[in-house]
């Protein structure tokens, strides 16, 4: 058990800018999730704070300890590696064993060496391998080897470093559940880097979201889904991404694609006629419902939104199945909107469809050119929305 604080760290490599004055504050006890893309500096975060880089710049404090500048040794501080080395010639259980005997945490009796490597390798399911030697081991049991030698032993901090990313899809949310399981159970400090946003969401008690060598955003899991700060964090979080549709306002309504999509502007966000804004809309928060033909008199594909609802009429061009849901491109007005259904809801090519958006679930972001991403304004449901 320990805490982290990290001020304003910077590190580079020669040109590359790899961590960008990052402040992280860490609580005893608290799971923190690193999310971001490949590259944007995770692995060169962990690494600072594990002493394995020097930093430029900055100050690590571990417990209450400035351990800025101090060797790896001394930081009380275990990390775990994407790549898993093992000991080729020993059991999984010397493997284990190893770092109990070590020397560098206290030395454990044997009796307590049993009983660590069980509560261990018991929430890794890994406890019938103990005599195994790793070359007997497939890749997802060696990592999770890798995981438990970390474990074991009693450190301040646990940096982990996506260590489940060479288990399968299925073991993957095995060990989420189990890890999640450990960390409450013996109450660890963790700081954990991944690429899958499924995995920050479901391990962290918080959650950062790393973009080019900064956190754009630390929230709890609910936070950070509900209230994506910006485009960049929203479409971080969901598979698949988050549909962005450039609108504009229009007399107090905000109006996609020549007005297939049109939703009341929130009051709140005061936002002026003509302003570029776009509507953010997660594809597993749409529903569908079979469309009804001639229901708009006007003829035009689109319905305004009732009871706080965002519906829009469309034609599927594209139905793939994902597993147990489908996965629709709908046409809307020429706009192109990604669903995600159940099989119940899903509709086959060429077929009309009514989607319905809760208005809670329609994120509205300041416009901008292709490629840029803005910041987030506020949901279509701000309060003071006038109801129509
Ligand atoms: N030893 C190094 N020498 C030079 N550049 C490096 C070194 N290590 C990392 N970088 C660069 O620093 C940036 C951040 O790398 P880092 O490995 O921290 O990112 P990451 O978010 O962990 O990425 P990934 O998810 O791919 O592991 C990248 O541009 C990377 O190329």
């Not at 005893?28 to 999310?35: R, T, V």
């Not at 500096?41 to 300890?65: M, N």
Request: with cysteine; charged share 25%.
């Amino acid at each position: 058990m320990g805490t982290l604080k990290v001020q304003g760290l910077h590190k580079t490599y020669g040109q590359t800018t790899a961590v960008d004055g990052i402040d992280l504050a860490i609580e005893n006890g608290e799971f923190f999730a690193i999310l971001g893309p490949s590259g944007a500096g995770k692995t060169t975060t962990l690494k600072c704070v594990a002493g394995l880089v020097d930093v430029d710049d900055g100050r690590i404090e571990i417990s209450g300890q400035d351990m800025t500048g101090v060797e790896p040794y001394h930081r009380n501080v275990a990390m775990a590696f994407e790549s898993y080395a093992l000991y080729p010639q020993k059991s999984v259980f010397e493997n284990l064993a190893s770092p109990l005997r070590s020397g560098r945490s206290g030395r454990f009796s044997s009796q307590q060496q049993r009983e660590r490597i069980e509560t261990v390798t018991t929430t890794l399911g890994i406890s019938h391998l103990l005599n195994r030697l790793p070359r007997e081991l497939s890749n997802g049991q060696r990592q999770r080897v890798a995981l438990g030698r970390v474990l074991v032993r009693p450190a301040d901090i646990y940096l982990l470093d996506e260590p489940l990313s060479h288990l399968d899809a299925k073991l993957r949310s095995a060990m989420r559940a189990e890890l999640k399981q450990l960390g409450q159970l013996s109450d660890i400090t963790t700081l954990y880097v991944t690429h899958d946003y499924q995995e920050a969401l479901a391990l962290g008690d918080r959650v950062g979201v790393m973009r080019a060598g900064r956190i754009v955003q630390v929230g709890t899991p609910e936070e950070v889904w509900k209230a994506p700060v910006d485009t960049f964090v929203a479409r971080a979080l969901g598979q698949p991404e988050m549909n962005l549709l450039d609108g504009r306002v229009e007399s107090g309504r905000i109006v996609v694609s020549a007005g297939s999509i049109d939703v009341p502007a929130p009051p709140s966000l005061h936002l002026a006629d003509g302003q570029r804004v776009r509507v953010g809309i997660r594809p597993r928060d749409v529903s569908t419902a079979s469309a009804e033909p001639g229901r708009d008199s006007a003829g035009r594909l689109s319905m305004r939104d009732s009871a706080g609802r965002l519906s829009m009429r469309g034609t599927v061009e594209l139905a793939e199945r994902l597993g147990r849901s489908v996965e629709m491109s709908v046409d809307v007005g020429g706009t192109q909107v990604i669903v995600v259904t159940s099989s119940d809801g899903a509709r086959g090519e060429g077929d009309h469809v009514d989607l319905d958006v809760p208005l809670e679930h329609v994120h509205i972001f300041a416009g901008g050119d292709a490629g840029a991403d803005t910041t987030r304004l506020g949901s279509a449901a701000m309060e003071g929305t006038q109801r129509i």
